[in-house]
């Protein structure tokens, strides 16, 4: 079997997906003059070349230069429908979508008009497309966590909405200690537990990470690979990290694709996924990123189900809905 037509038709879950970064530039020209907000662009094309990062920080302004125009409930849900419909054109059944309500609280937006637009996009898209999905909760890791316990607060009227939190923004100098306290008070009111490690930062704050944030899912965690007890501890454990390979290469995380680790992961035994980040900043959505390594690094179509599988096997679904797409993964 053709194994780019096989990643594009088979069922797909994501699981590392920022929805502020799926704001494409036309969306944000359309909800900046919609809203009368000034950006520093003058047309599309120019934030288009704006997307040119040499690290982390770099795309990290541009993106909350974008979320700046998203101030009403309709903003939220124009943006998460835009992502959902992506989903449906890619056959993604179930995606598990990060948000950064500090992003837009810090600007005066409530809590409840970003997660209000989000929730009625995420019944439409159920209602429409048949595509479940969760909501995964960010702290700032660059504010403090005294800031991160005061979303925790405002998260606690809509606890059924959320599933998961997660901590992301700027990993440098930003590490999982910094917010082990209020890790701990969102695991006692229920809350998953996700967290961005070891992407620009070194092995230890992967360690941080599973030993002080108890976490369920490592995001990213590339640099895994430089500690080969880390490595074992991965395996053992069946600790899943979601991979981003079109952003690893956006954000100068790895130079080429041909040298992204993703392959030395699954031949470890790590528990990998594919997954597309920030895709409106990064070059494409989940069937690009998988389209591309599959390319660069040469998988074999029983590599590609593993990674497709395990997308399913460590996404937050409960376990009879896990098996019946389990099983049309491999019947594809």
């Not at 699981?15 to 530039?25: A, S």
């Not at 990470?209 to 430089?226: F, V």
């Not at 454990?237 to 995380?253: E, F, G, H, I, Y």
């Not at 593993?306 to 997308?311: A, Y």
Request: with cysteine; aromatic share 10%.
């Amino acid at each position: 079997m053709d194994i780019i037509s096989y990643i594009k038709k088979v069922p797909k879950a994501e699981l590392h997906l920022h929805i502020e970064g799926t704001f494409e530039p036309e969306l944000m020209f359309e909800i900046a003059q919609r809203n009368e907000v000034k950006i520093p662009y003058n047309s599309v094309e120019e934030v288009k070349k704006a997307y040119q990062f040499n690290c982390l920080q770099d795309f990290l302004d541009i993106y909350y230069a974008g979320a700046s125009v998203l101030l009403y409930e309709q903003d939220f849900y124009d943006l998460t429908m835009a992502y959902f419909k992506h989903c449906a054109e890619e056959n993604v059944v179930h995606t598990e979508i990060m948000f950064d309500p500090q992003t837009h609280t810090k600007r005066g937006v409530s809590f409840e008009t970003v997660i209000s637009g989000i929730k009625r996009a995420q019944d439409d898209a159920e209602k429409n497309f048949g595509i479940t999905s969760y909501l995964i909760m960010s702290y700032l890791r660059h504010l403090s966590e005294e800031d991160a316990f005061e979303t925790l607060e405002q998260s606690l009227s809509y606890k059924h909405l959320i599933k998961a939190v997660g901590l992301d923004s700027s990993e440098k100098g930003n590490p999982p200690s910094k917010f082990q306290k209020v890790f701990a008070a969102s695991v006692k009111e229920g809350y998953k537990i996700v967290a961005h490690a070891g992407e620009e930062g070194p092995a230890e704050y992967v360690w941080e990470a599973l030993d002080l944030l108890k976490i369920d899912r490592i995001d990213h965690g590339n640099n895994s690979l430089t500690d080969e007890k880390l490595v074992n501890y991965l395996v053992e454990n069946k600790m899943a990290l979601t991979v981003c390979p079109l952003s690893n290469t956006a954000l100068r995380v790895v130079d080429d694709l041909k040298q992204h680790p993703i392959k030395k992961m699954l031949d470890l035994g790590i528990k990998a996924t594919v997954n597309s980040d920030d895709p409106a900043y990064f070059g494409g959505y989940i069937t690009q990123n998988y389209t591309e390594i599959i390319e660069a690094l040469n998988l074999s179509l029983e590599e590609v189900k593993t990674l497709v599988s395990n997308s399913f096997e460590y996404s937050f679904l409960d376990e009879e809905t896990k098996k019946k797409y389990l099983q049309m993964v491999h019947e594809n």
